[in-house]
T-cell receptor, first 116, second 115 residues
Framework: AQKITQTQPGMFVQEKEAVTLDCTYDTSDQSYGLFWYKQPSSGEMIFLIYQGSYDEQNATEGRYSLNFQKARKSTNLVISASQLGDSAMYFCAMREGATGGFKTIFGAGTRLFVKA | DVKVTQSSRYLVKRTGEKVFLECVQDMDHENMFWYRQDPGLGLRLIYFSYDVKMKEKGDIPEGYSVSREKKERFSLILESASTNQTSMYLC??????????????FGSGTRLTVV
């Protein structure tokens, strides 16, 4: 069963506007972690932001923030004031708890295109 | 600067060859992972290791094995390479969960082509 679902294969956004990348997940663990990574065309995976399942506040990191809705099992990434350098693949990931062996699984990714 | 280094950026091998992909990290991380990345499928976990000489199967271990003789080095072995193993291979490392540093550090990847 798909545990991480990113339903947007590709997204376009105008420079300086905000964009939301969707991610839903499925787990039976109570304790888990949610991550977003960026992969530019160079290929390197870059860790962006983390949200713990027990964190009550939405995580923020500079222009990145998460819209974490635990009951809906979704963790959407919001990028504010998009820049041309934000054009990349974005992966949502979940590190399961003990029952999942602490493995991290990834979604299929969303390719973001920022237009000048 | 902390690093995960993968020995080759591009590799071309023949069907049936035994292939070694090497990964070294200098961060004293306990966890190390091998993923393969294919378009439309994201990253899929092949094997991971929590400590020296320990290994756990991921979601797609068939056709692969691993070796972790030293904490800093985690090797992925394709016992008999096949064309369906053509892919981008990513190595990553991390501290144990709960130690405060939650993200993975990835290597730059090895693009393997099996002909």
């Amino acid at each position: 069963a798909q545990k991480i679902t990113q339903t947007q294969p590709g997204m376009f956004v105008q420079e300086k506007e905000a964009v939301t990348l969707d991610c839903t997940y499925d787990t039976s663990d109570q304790s888990y972690g949610l991550f977003w990574y960026k992969q530019p065309s160079s290929g390197e995976m870059i860790f962006l932001i983390y949200q713990g399942s027990y964190d009550e506040q939405n995580a923020t990191e500079g222009r990145y923030s998460l819209n974490f809705q635990k009951a809906r099992k979704s963790t959407n990434l919001v990028i504010s004031a998009s820049q041309l350098g934000d054009s990349a693949m974005y992966f949502c990931a979940m590190r399961e708890g003990a029952t999942g062996g602490f493995k991290t699984i990834f979604g299929a990714g969303t390719r973001l295109f920022v237009k000048a | 600067d902390v690093k995960v280094t993968q020995s080759s950026r591009y590799l071309v091998k023949r069907t049936g060859e035994k292939v070694f992909l090497e990964c070294v990290q200098d961060m004293d991380h306990e966890n190390m992972f091998w993923y393969r990345q294919d378009p439309g499928l994201g990253l899929r976990l092949i094997y991971f290791s929590y400590d020296v000489k320990m290994k756990e199967k991921g979601d797609i271990p068939e056709g692969y094995s691993v070796s972790r003789e030293k904490k800093e080095r985690f090797s992925l072995i394709l016992e008999s390479a096949s064309t369906n193993q053509t892919s981008m291979y990513l190595c990553a490392s991390s501290l144990l969960p709960g130690t405060g540093d939650y993200g993975y550090t990835f290597g730059s990847g090895t693009r393997l082509t099996v002909v």
